[in-house]
C-alpha cells in the first residue's frame, strides 16, 4: 500500500508522515511538497520525497504516480487559489489512479455558513462527492494549540481576551488527535464514504477559555465581547494583513491567516454554525479526544513566557 501526504512539508503533514512511520514502512509513504529539502530526514528513513505544486498542476502527474491512498491537506489560500489548487489536486489523484482521496476539511460546513474558508471547504466536498473516486471527509475543528500557544499568552500579557464570536462555543481540538485521526482513516479499512468530525470533547465558549487562562496562567483576563466591525480595526491596528499572503508563518510554522477570514470565522461561531462535538476522534483512534484544559497544560511553556517577557 503507498499513502500520499500532500502539503507533507508543513506542519500537519510532517507530523502525520512521523506519526506514520510508526505504523507503516517509511517506504509506503509518497510525501508530496513544493519544498524537497524539508524532508530530507525522511528520504533517508526510505519515504518517497516528491516535488509538487498545486499551482504547477504538470507537476503532479508524477508526483502522484503509484499512490493508492492520498491525504489531501487543505491548503492555506482562501478563495478560487484554493479552489483551484484542489480541483487540481484531486484531478491528478484521479488520473494517477488513487483509489482512496482522505481531506482535511472543517466542521460547520453548511451553505449559509457566513466563514469565508467554508465556501472552499464546501467546494472540495462536492468535488469528491462527484468524481469516482472512494473519499473520506475529516471535518476538523479549530486547533486547541491556536488557542494555547498564540490567544492565550496574548490575553495573558493584555489582560483583555478580545472576540467578536459572541458566546458561540465550539469543541477545540487538539492538532494530534486531528493527526491520529488521520493516520488512522490512512491506514485502517472501512472508512470510505464516511464524514468524520473531528473534534474536542466538550463544547466551550472563548468566555470560558478566558476564564481556563485566568486560572492556569495565574492572572486576571477579561473577556471582552465586541461587534465584528470592532474586531477588524483590531486585528488592522496590530498589522495583521486583511487577507493571507504566501509565506508568511507563525513562529511554529502555521500559516498567517487574513483578519477578514478570522472574522468571518467568529461571526460563524456567534451564530452557531461550529457548535459541534462528537466522539468521532475515540471512534477512530480508541482513545478519548484531549480536553482544551490539557492542551494547556501540555502547552505551559507557551503560557509561562508571558511572565518571563514582562
Known sequence: MSILITGASGNFGSQLADLLTRKVSASELILVTRKPPALAAFAARGAQVRLGDFDKPETLAHAFAGAEKMLLISTLAVGPR??????AAIEAALAAGVKHIAYTSSVGIHPRNPSLAEAD????????????VAFTILRDSQ?????????????????????SA???????VAKQDCIASAAAVLTTPGHEGAIYEITGPELISFREAAALTAEIGGRPVEYVSVSHEEKLAFFDAAGIPREYVEGETNS??????????MVSYERAIRQGYFSICSRHVEMLTGRPARSLR?????NL?????VESNR
Not at 301 to 305: G, K, P, V
Open 82 to 87: 484554493r479552489q483551484r489548487q484542489h480541483r
Open 121 to 132: 471547504h464546501m467546494f472540495t466536498e462536492e468535488l469528491l462527492r462527484r468524481s469516482s
Open 143 to 163: 486547533y486547541a494549540e491556536v488557542l494555547a500557544t498564540m490567544l492565550a499568552p496574548m490575553a495573558l500579557q493584555t489582560g483583555k481576551w478580545v472576540m
Open 166 to 172: 459572541g458566546e458561540g462555543r465550539m469543541a477545540f
Open 252 to 261: 511554529d510554522g502555521t500559516g498567517i491567516w487574513g483578519s477578514e477570514e
Open 294 to 298: 490539557e492542551v494547556f497544560l501540555a
Open 301 to 305: 511553556d507557551a503560557l509561562n513566557s
